[in-house]
């Protein structure tokens, strides 16, 4: 089994960063896709950005592209989002998700994901 921690939430003003870590323990080697999700009070669990050990490639939701940058480091079974240029529109739940059997379910569904870590909060105030 995977467990993830997520981290590095907090209030951050209009315009700032802020950096969130999702560290993997476990059998982090069946791990090939993890994700990051976001949840704000009364709405659906949003798709962020994804990246994927299968062709190394990243994906980012057309709401973040471009403010939004996801990296990896293997040798802390870490991934990043780092977040810049934050709006108000961004403050929600962050959890990060990973993948771990195979499914045809595409990264930006939620039901793609068999583990999650626990939610880190981020607040953008205006």
């Known amino acids: 089994q995977v467990q993830l921690i997520d981290t590095g939430g907090g209030l951050v003003q209009a315009g700032g960063s802020l950096r969130l870590s999702c560290t993997a323990s476990g059998r982090t080697g069946s791990t090939y896709i993890m994700a990051w999700f976001r949840q704000a009070p009364g709405k659906e669990r949003e798709f962020v950005g994804a990246f994927t050990w299968i062709g190394l490639s990243t994906y980012y939701s057309e709401t973040v592209k471009g403010r939004f940058t996801i990296s990896t480091d293997n040798a802390k079974n870490t991934l990043y989002l780092q977040m810049d240029n934050l709006k108000p529109e961004d403050t929600a739940v962050y959890f990060c998700?990973?993948?771990?059997?195979?499914?045809?379910?595409?990264?930006?569904?939620?039901?793609?994901?068999?583990?999650w870590g626990q939610g880190t909060q981020v607040t953008v105030s205006s």
């Open positions: 998700a990973a993948r771990t059997e195979y499914t045809t379910v595409q990264v930006r569904y939620p039901s793609g994901y068999g583990v």
